[in-house]
């Protein structure tokens, strides 16, 4: 468990979901988080003539796999640069600045800041990086790199609180490893629920790149309650197919993006089942995911047997 704390969120116009200004009992730094229409009524507030590290997050055109884009830059007056993306870049739609409310940062604690985030945004995998390239840890002193390192951990524990998770190394939220290979679930009465597994539409794209050549699925969304309780994926391919093809025992699940969708790791590569064909199934059964039990995968001849 992590160290208790509190900060602080001021909301200057009123809007909770418009502008905030974030701060910390016992930290120098403050952190303004807005939209960005709000952008050319905030380019004037004393926080942006600082130096500082600022966060651009939005969907950039041609991707398709719900993960943001996100850029990360720094300057000695983060404004000026702000500006020039309000100008040139068109995929942001939040902008996150942090700047110190005391012992001003400089052109060496920015750029490792703006260092240590995009090596943390490349790790974590969960956003399209828009920075051309990954730029080298600076050379700080050994004390310099202790105060900003500080500076970095509050800054990453205010972020989540803003919604931001891109520099967070996803942790599963289930893992149902490899006791989903062993085969269902024991016997249970009449009366008890006995899903234990999701079925996913899938296109033919997807379907061959992803479920069989990544041994994953993502980004779909699973209710809090089936969330410990699923053991096995299934992929319903759609037309021309129009049926559920393939199945895979679940590894773990993990958070994708930062839009409350997951990504379901499979314990070994997707197996052939049935087909299971769509038949006399309800238009509109399998545009999102279902929920079913494995015992009724692998007995079922048509969809509308899954979910009796």
Known sequence: MGEPFTIRIFVPEGDPEGVKIVERLNWTGVGLAFPRPAWPRLRNRAEFERAGVYIL?????????????VYVGQGEEIGARIDSHFSEKEFWDWG???????????????????HALLQRADRAKRCHLDNGNL????????????????FLRELLRILPLLGVRVFEKPEPVATPGSSAAQGPSAALSSTEDDRDTVIVPAQKEGFDRVFLGEHAWYAIRISGGMLPRIKYIAAY????????????????IEPYGDEGKYRLVFTEPAKAIGPIHFGDAVTGTMQGPRYTSFKKLVTAKKISELFD
């Open 135 to 150: 730029p080298r840890e600076p050379g700080l002193s050994e004390s310099e790199k202790a105060d900003t390192e500080g």
């Open 96 to 114: 996150f600045a942090f700047v110190s409310n005391g012992n001003p940062l400089n052109r060496a604690h920015t750029t490792w800041l703006e």
């Open 57 to 69: 997050s939005g969907t950039a055109e041609g991707t398709s796999d719900d993960l943001p884009t």
């Open 237 to 252: 391919q759609s037309a021309p197919v129009r049926a559920v093809t393939h199945y895979a025992p679940v590894k773990q």
